[in-house]
């Protein structure tokens, strides 16, 4: 009945009593998305001249692309296990390209955006020729890469998603673990 009213089951608590609290609804995943595009807004050093010094180490660069390469890989684990979730509530859906465009734009979706941007946003400095990744953008970038690849049931929205999926998926629960190693400090 919740999903006729478009309510994905991402938000419907979970099965544990110790986790029946009712996790965000679309509108506060859409408000945590904002914030998130906010925060990446902010991790852009912006247009003009500027280099930021010193630029980021060959070590950094090197950790920044198994973050992203993580990032994508994790991305897609998480979008089949919403398309299977997705099926599940609403019916198979026709192709992938139907599928594209439901990530594109179904809120069942929305969740996932802050990890495709955050690749998006990866690619974009570190070929950027004019305006040079500095390190401590770098570790910025690295630092919120490594936070979006934990799941969490007491994080963020994007945590806590992330957490439910975990628990639905055990390819995405084994996947989960070996990033986790990769980065583990």
Known sequence: ?????????????????RHMQQLPSPHIVHGARQLEEDQIEKLST?????????????????????????????????????????????GRIANNSAF????????????????AQLVLLIDERVSDKKQVLGSAEAKALLERGRALLKADAEGDAFQ?????????????????RQVAARHAE
């Open 1 to 17: 009945m919740l999903a006729t009213m478009g309510v994905p089951p991402a938000v419907l608590p979970l099965q544990s009593p």
């Open 46 to 90: 912006g247009g003009g001249d500027h280099i930021e010094l010193p630029p980021a180490a060959p070590s950094e660069l090197q950790r920044l692309d198994l973050v992203r390469t993580d990032l994508l890989e994790v991305h897609r684990a998480l979008l089949e296990a919403e398309r299977i979730r997705f099926e599940r509530v609403r």
């Open 100 to 115: 594209l465009q439901l990530v594109i734009g179904d809120p069942w979706f929305d969740w996932l955006r802050p990890m």
């Open 160 to 176: 806590r998603l992330y957490y439910q999926a975990l628990q639905t998926s055990p390819a995405l629960a084994v996947l989960t």
